[in-house]
């Protein structure tokens, strides 16, 4: 067995070790605030649930072993100064583990079986196997010695509390390997088919594969694209449960979800190089849109839920989405999403739109997707900017969509119609410095030190010069060493781990930095680039990021991060290269 295989390390702690396709990953985090010094089986299944324990231990012994962990895309190790162990996916449901001079001890998380939680345990009389079955995930964890032995099993078939679990070892001083599945409610008794060295490898090349056809412009110049990368191949699953596609998760932490807009970012990373799975992305929350033409708040394994929405930057999201595929849609995908877009649209038209109001409205902070930021702290029920100024490019989209498809009527329809909201928006919220947001129910519009405020830049050159201007010069105060913090930091609602109350989020740096390219101001969307690029680089693909330290809050993993640093970074080395060519030529 090789010491270490290449790949770029990552930190367990920050960033679960886990493939594409799976539903669990090992991690040392257990849910949100939850932390283990132990390893674990973490299953998505049902929701986010440790389901098994792995402690290396001394073969000599038994003890605990001190050893320190190191992850690659391909290779998982715990090493210590007479052994190691290494655990390497050979398929989306089957790991291997592999020992040299440590033992382990694998065990069930849950203390306790009761009739409707914990975990039961016993030896299959079938093939010998030793298998867990799981009551929060649903699921049966198998457990197949290929070489070595059980050294120890603890709480067989035992009912209520108990330690669970086997310890597996060498034999005469060789080393040991077993399969861990993770499998419904049988399956055949497992038998390799290929021996250890052979699934790291299959396991390096499978991501090394799916990183070239991403990021196939990664250097030292975007040094943080190939973690970035693995992020999203390691929180993609199969389809499973109400999962329709295949889906790349916020994260394999506990924001194990897919909310209906963060979706978008990944399909804009995704596009030029998985244009299949991009469209898989962005075309999943649109599976389950109920018949008001709602889409859901978010999707998971077996939740789907609609209590909110998210807002409808679907429209800006299709349009960025088609300039990045090397081919078209077809005809065919164009029609659904023209199908599917203008339900969605009209959902805010009428279910959102007031008698008499010309302006939709959000029903809570939620909706917007910045769910506690200061714009609501007047009202909840609000009528806010941002919401008509992504509505307006949904509305654009779906016209160049009637135009394209045959529907000239329609085609002009939505335009007037967007128009007419860009009209309603100038005339009732913009104060001349910036846009205003107000009760839903009636009453006089006020400001905030939000950049939501500031968002309709997303409409870049439809917006009148003097509003984009003044938008770009007010966006720029919010700009920190780091990057674009989401209330002023002079705000005296500022809060450093606030969620929306302060700290730099991706999408919200990728829809306004696009929205300043449109807009005409080139510089501050280059700056505000190379900040959250630099972030990145130095912080990881946190769910966001204090933005006057840099430091990266909450959820450590997250997706539509290291897909707004792929996009950023994409982006800026090809406009470098065309301002190179532009060079030579001229």
């Known amino acids: 067995m090789s010491a270490d295989p290449p790949g770029t390390p990552f930190n367990i702690h920050d960033i679960p070790?886990?493939?594409?396709?799976?539903?669990?990953?090992?991690?040392?985090v257990l849910a949100e605030k939850t932390r283990s010094e132990d390893l674990h089986l973490v299953s998505h299944q049902n929701g986010m649930h440790p389901v098994l324990r792995m402690v290396p231990l001394d073969a000599a012994t038994g003890e605990r072993a001190e050893t320190r962990v190191r992850a690659t895309p391909a290779l998982l190790s715990w090493t210590a100064a007479d052994g190691r162990v290494d655990l390497a996916y050979e398929s989306p449901d089957t790991v291997r583990v592999h020992g040299t001079g440590l033992a382990l001890r694998v065990t069930a998380a849950a203390k306790a079986l009761?009739?409707?939680?914990?975990?039961y345990f016993y030896r299959d009389p079938v093939d010998g196997s030793h298998t867990f079955s799981s009551y929060e995930t649903g699921r049966r964890y198998r457990i197949t010695v290929l070489s070595g032995a059980v050294a120890e099993t603890s709480g067989s078939q035992t009912l209520g509390a108990g330690d669970r679990g086997l310890t597996v070892t060498a034999e005469a001083?060789?080393?040991?390997?077993?399969?861990?599945e993770e499998l419904d409610s049988a399956r055949r008794p497992y038998r390799p088919s290929a021996d250890f060295g052979e699934v790291r490898e299959a396991a390096r090349r499978s991501f090394a594969g799916f990183a070239a056809a991403v990021a196939p412009w990664r250097s030292?110049?975007?040094?943080?694209?190939?973690?970035?990368?693995?992020?999203?191949?390691s929180a993609t699953v199969r389809p499973a449960g109400l999962v329709t596609r295949p889906a790349v998760l916020m994260s394999k932490h506990w924001m194990d979800k897919v909310w209906s807009w963060d979706h978008c970012f990944n399909a804009l990373a995704l596009a030029p190089?998985?244009?299949?799975?991009?469209?898989?992305?962005?075309?999943?929350?649109?599976?389950?849109?109920?018949?008001?033409?709602?889409?859901p708040d978010s999707v998971t394994h077996s939740e789907v839920l609609y209590n909110f929405v998210k807002p409808p930057i679907h429209g800006w999201a299709l349009r960025r989405l088609r300039e990045r595929l090397h081919e078209p849609l077809d005809r065919t995908q164009l029609a659904h999403a023209y199908a599917r877009l203008t339900c969605w649209t009209d959902f805010w038209l009428t279910a959102r739109r007031a008698p008499?109001?010309?302006?939709?409205?959000?029903?809570?902070?939620?909706?917007?997707?910045?769910?506690?930021a200061t714009t609501f702290d007047t009202a909840r029920v609000a009528v806010t900017a941002d919401l008509t100024a992504v509505l307006i490019l949904q509305l654009d989209e779906l016209a160049r969509l009637a135009a394209e498809l045959g529907f000239p009527d329609d085609a002009r329809h939505?335009?007037?119609?967007?128009?007419a909201l860009q009209a309603a928006l100038l005339d009732g919220l913009w104060d001349g410095e910036r846009f205003l947001s107000r009760p839903a129910h009636g009453g006089?519009?006020?400001p905030s030190a939000s950049l939501l405020d500031l968002m309709p830049i997303v409409l870049g050159d439809r917006l009148p010069p003097e509003v984009r201007d003044r938008l770009a010069a007010r966006i720029e105060t919010h700009l920190t060493a780091f990057g674009l913090a989401t209330e002023h930091p002079g705000s005296p609602r500022y809060e450093a781990d606030g969620y929306w109350r302060g700290p730099i989020w991706a999408p919200a740096t990728v829809l306004v930095e696009d929205g300043l390219r449109r807009a005409g101001h080139a510089r501050l969307a280059d700056e505000i680039s190379a900040r959250f690029r630099a972030l990145c680089e130095t912080s990881g693909f946190a769910e966001n990021f204090d933005a006057l330290t840099g430091r990266g809050l909450r959820d450590r993993a997250y997706t539509w991060t290291a897909a707004g640093y792929l996009v950023l970074a994409r982006d800026h080395l090809r406009r470098r290269a065309d301002a190179a060519f532009d060079s030579a030529v001229a």
């Open 220 to 233: 030292a110049d975007a040094p943080a694209a190939e973690l970035a990368a693995y992020v999203i191949w």
């Open 114 to 119: 009761t009739p409707f939680s914990g975990t």
């Open 444 to 446: 006089a519009p006020t």
């Open 173 to 180: 001083g060789g080393s040991w390997e077993v399969a861990v």
């Open 273 to 295: 190089g998985s244009p299949a799975l991009a469209w898989d992305q962005f075309s999943l929350p649109f599976d389950h849109q109920d018949e008001t033409g709602a889409l």
């Open 17 to 28: 070790f886990s493939t594409y396709g799976s539903w669990f990953g090992i991690s040392p």
């Open 356 to 372: 008499g109001s010309v302006l939709p409205h959000y029903q809570h902070g939620n909706d917007s997707g910045w769910d506690n």
């Open 414 to 419: 939505r335009t007037r119609t967007a128009d």
